[in-house]
């Protein structure tokens, strides 16, 4: 049964605190004016920015005072969520903590352990001189869940060390050391319209699964961009049709779900063009690799659309959507089963004009995306189209030598008997943005066990917080 009692000890005395002052993002005003006098109430000189990012100053304990200096770093703000029925105002309230002896939850909201304990973690090395440690730079940043604005805006100059744990991860006995970078591109490749007269038909894809444009990009997921270039070149093997549209997705970050085009077929060929498209869609069920069980494919006669691209431009834009690059590039050579480079064609649009074709583009290597975004800019502007670029973010690259991972890989060996598991991950995080600001950064990410993070059923292991918490401590009693 679920209890309203707080669990025992400073760091969940602290972390329920966190929980009674509301912190969504963009509302942590009142969290970052707490962590900041409780730091100055323990004689911790506190670096404050306007949007209330902070960094605290520790020293170290006794027999540390030399010792390297270390960034721990965790986010202030919380993603709000709430089930149906509730009817919490989460700008002006905290949330209501409580347990079932396993799991700390909150009632009908989220909790924001993600990244509470990560602050919790932190106020209690301020007030707890006992605990040995290095000098400590503790990096509170805001708004990490809307784009990670605090790290982007912070000013790395006032930190002075390059070797950072960042405390935001959610599932214990993994370490992860490397993220990925990203940049956004927009292809806008030109095309030339007659008038054209015949049937008109709108083929549409739906029913994929979709998912995260970085960490599914491997899970087989059928882009609805890509399949509907398979479709069309599949077609035009053995009937001419002109294009009206494409078009599909709606994020750069999304592995898109549905697509359509829009053809128009000389009347003489429309028998012919049904019974191929069908041959297709027969076909494409019955292969094996693709595992998306409700996969629709629909055609349905529409009305005239008068204009279509001219049969050089459909041609020109089957063979872009189906030559394009998209998908994984390149696997990580330093970390098995992990994508280093990949792109997705997150979005396909069709103006007047031109069509356009959008792709979040990632890759744990800087060296990886470069290359990428030549290939694309070369295939884009060889097709006579213009290419943009945006939203460029650095990636946190794998060290190949890391004191730091050392030491943690160590500590936990000799705490639990067995290694961490030692991993990365194939989308953004706050370290990523750090990296671009810390020269030489040497960071690892670690965490408790957190569950249905983002959502009203999130939770944390109340066991797992607890040994994360003695792990901290004994990482930071080694890094003398
Ligand atoms: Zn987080």
């Not at 990203?182 to 054209?196: D, G, L, Q, S």
């Not at 800087?366 to 650095?394: C, H, N, R, T």
């Amino acid at each position: 049964m679920a209890n309203t009692d707080p669990i025992h000890g400073k760091v969940f005395e602290y972390f329920y605190k966190i929980a009674s002052i509301p912190h969504g993002s963009g509302n942590t005003r009142a969290l970052s004016d707490y962590c900041a006098l409780q730091a100055e109430k323990h004689g911790c000189r506190v670096y404050r920015e306007d949007n209330g990012n902070l960094i605290v100053y520790v020293d170290g304990t006794q027999g540390y005072e030399n010792s390297e200096t270390v960034i721990l770093q965790g986010h202030i703000d919380m993603v709000c969520d709430k089930t149906e029925s509730c009817d919490k105002d989460m700008v002006r309230d905290g949330v209501e903590v409580l347990n079932d002896g396993e799991y700390i939850f909150a009632k009908d909201t989220t909790l924001g352990s993600d990244d509470g304990i990560a602050v919790a973690y932190m106020l209690t090395l301020i007030e707890d001189r006992s605990i040995p440690h290095p000098p400590l730079e503790m990096l509170f940043t805001v708004d990490e869940e809307v784009g990670m604005l605090g790290a982007r805006a912070i000013d790395a100059k006032k930190l002075s060390s390059n070797k950072l744990i960042n405390i935001d991860s959610e599932v214990e006995g993994i370490l992860t050391v490397s993220c990925a970078g990203a940049i956004r591109a927009v292809c806008k490749i030109p095309f030339t319209t007659e008038n054209t007269n015949g049937s008109c038909y709108k083929i549409s894809i739906s029913g994929l699964k979709g998912g995260h444009s970085g960490t599914e990009i491997n899970s087989g997921r059928i882009n609805s961009n890509k399949l509907l270039s398979r479709l069309l070149n599949f077609v035009s093997q053995d009937v001419d049709f002109k294009i009206s549209s494409i078009s599909g997705g709606k994020k750069y970050n999304a592995i898109p779900k549905e697509s359509e085009a829009v053809v128009c077929v000389e009347d003489k060929n429309k028998e012919l063009f049904l019974s191929v498209t069908q041959k297709f869609i027969s076909s494409i069920k019955n292969e094996k690799v693709i595992n998306e069980p409700d996969l629709e494919i629909n055609i349905t006669q529409t009305s005239d659309t008068g204009k279509c691209m001219d049969s050089r431009s459909s041609r020109k834009a089957m063979f872009t959507l189906l030559q394009i690059p998209n998908g994984v590039q390149t696997m990580s050579p330093d970390i098995p089963n992990m994508v280093q480079t990949s792109l997705n064609l997150g979005i396909l649009e069709t103006s007047d004009e031109y069509f356009s074709l959008c792709f979040m583009i990632r890759s744990n290597a800087s060296a990886g995306k470069q290359a990428l975004v030549q290939k694309l800019k070369s295939f884009v502007e060889y097709l006579d189209g213009s290419i943009e670029f945006m939203s460029d973010y650095p990636a946190w690259e794998f060290k190949a030598e890391s004191n730091l991972r050392n030491t943690l890989i160590e500590t936990y060996t000799e705490m639990y008997g067995e290694p961490p598991v030692v991993t990365a991950i194939h989308a953004g995080l706050e370290c990523g943005i750090l990296a671009g600001k810390i020269p030489d950064m040497d960071a690892v990410s670690f965490g408790p066990n957190i569950l249905h993070a983002h959502t009203p059923q999130e939770k944390i292991e109340i066991a797992s917080a607890k040994r994360c918490w003695e792990y901290l401590k004994t990482v930071l009693k080694n890094l003398k």
